[in-house]
């Protein structure tokens, strides 16, 4: 019923910049918690940065100053802005979102398909 479609991944230099966006569709009705989580290769599946409904965000220690999460309400869409990557963001981003269906007491998590994010030393 919900859909996340992620784009703007790809292959940059370490310092270089990439935007990623995340669009839901499909039936939605109400949308919480977005959020941006990543996987190195044999590693967990750690979260980047996370944004509430009324535009408060957490980050990672080791993003802070560098990503910034944002969210378009009117879109359904979140977007990361992920400047002076370095090598160690390499990794499969995912973004996520809390949803919750008319009537539904709780909300249920949704993922992206994942897209590569690779920067090159």
């Known amino acids: 019923q919900v859909q996340l479609v992620e784009s703007g991944g790809g292959l940059v230099q370490a310092g270089g910049d990439l935007r990623l966006s995340c669009a839901a569709s499909?039936?939605?009705?109400?949308?919480?918690?977005m959020g941006w989580y990543r996987q190195a290769p044999e590693k967990q599946r750690e979260l980047v940065a996370g944004i509430s409904s009324v535009g408060n965000t957490n980050y990672a220690d080791s993003v802070k100053g560098r990503f910034t999460i944002s969210r378009d309400n009117a879109k359904n869409t979140v977007y990361l802005q992920m400047n002076s990557l370095r090598p160690e963001d390499t990794a499969v981003y995912y973004c996520?979102?809390?949803?919750?269906?008319?009537?539904?007491?709780?909300?249920?998590?949704?993922w992206g398909q994942g897209i590569q994010v690779t920067v090159s030393s």
């Open positions: 499909g039936s939605i009705f109400s949308i919480n918690v």
């Open positions: 996520k979102i809390q949803h919750r269906m008319k009537d539904a007491l709780r909300y249920d998590d949704f």
